[in-house]
């Protein structure tokens, strides 16, 4: 696969599994899995439940072990009367460097809206930390033939009042609702130009230089034997797993397709 100019970024979303012993076990095995080829061509991160994120950190940092720590979920404010919420300033103190924004699970069974999302892209970067913002459209919406106007509408949403240096160092995870965890993938064609869609969007909002190095990633059953064809396309520069970031000899092989 040609290299990118855009370092590819391969996240594994943990979901709400795994206790911090197992998230513990899952980062060793990785770490025996992955080598420096792998660290050096591609940016690793996992995304593990709230309550694993000190233990995967001290792990991470003991052993020197190359895995960005990211989180699935913050709020905007930095704190206050929010039962039950993480803030992003908690997150940062624990060396979180990317926060999922917007998943889909999360605006579909928790009711969070585009402004929410733009609101919590504004404090993950105010934080200093990346934003995982995702995209996607429904089933319906697919049939429909609306899916770039769905997916384009979130972006623009999504970046409102971010200014093109910070936009061009997010990272937009396009992910179509109907792949996620079905086992179903997007054709690589058919996310491709979905892909290209975003950084048009990105390039029309914020610029060409923006556009040229936001990192997109495509996500919704990806695994081992597609993640190669998906990662070769132009515009695809990274995956956000579900699913096949639970077991290390299934995550690695998506991290060396990435660079081939
Ligand atoms: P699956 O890889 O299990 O389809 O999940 C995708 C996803 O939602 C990652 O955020």
Not at 128 to 133: A, L, N, S, W, Y
Request: glycine fraction near 12%; charge should be negative.
């Amino acid at each position: 696969m040609p290299a990118k100019s855009r370092k590819p970024l391969i996240s594994g979303n943990w979901k709400m599994h795994l206790n911090h012993f197992e998230a513990i076990q899952l980062v060793q095995k990785l770490s025996y899995e992955l080598r420096e080829a792998d660290y050096g061509s591609v940016d690793v991160s996992v995304h593990p439940p709230f309550t694993d994120l000190r233990s995967v950190q001290t792990v991470l940092d003991a052993d020197r072990i190359p895995v960005l720590l990211g989180a699935q979920h913050c709020h905007w404010e930095d704190k206050g009367a929010f039962t039950g919420e993480i803030s992003p300033a908690l997150l940062a103190k624990l060396n979180v460097r990317l926060v999922i924004v917007g998943h889909s699970e999360r605006r579909q069974l928790f009711g969070e809206t585009d402004e929410d999302v733009n609101r919590k892209v504004k404090a993950v970067l105010k934080h200093g930390m990346t934003p995982i913002m995702c995209v996607g459209e429904t089933l319906d919406e697919r049939e429909a033939g609306t899916t770039e106007e769905r997916v384009s509408g979130q972006v623009r949403a999504g970046l409102v009042g971010i200014g093109a240096g910070e936009v061009g160092g997010l990272v937009i995870a396009y992910e179509p609702i109907w792949a996620i965890g079905t086992g179903r993938n997007a054709t690589p064609e058919d996310a491709q130009a979905v892909c290209a869609a975003i950084r048009g969007v990105v390039r029309e909002i914020a610029g060409a230089d923006a556009a040229g190095s936001v990192r997109i990633q495509y996500g919704g059953s990806v695994k081992a034997s597609n993640a190669g064809e998906l990662l070769g396309q132009p515009d695809i520069d990274g995956a956000l797993v579900g699913g096949a970031s639970l077991e290390a000899d299934q995550f690695a092989p998506i991290v060396r397709a990435a660079h081939g």
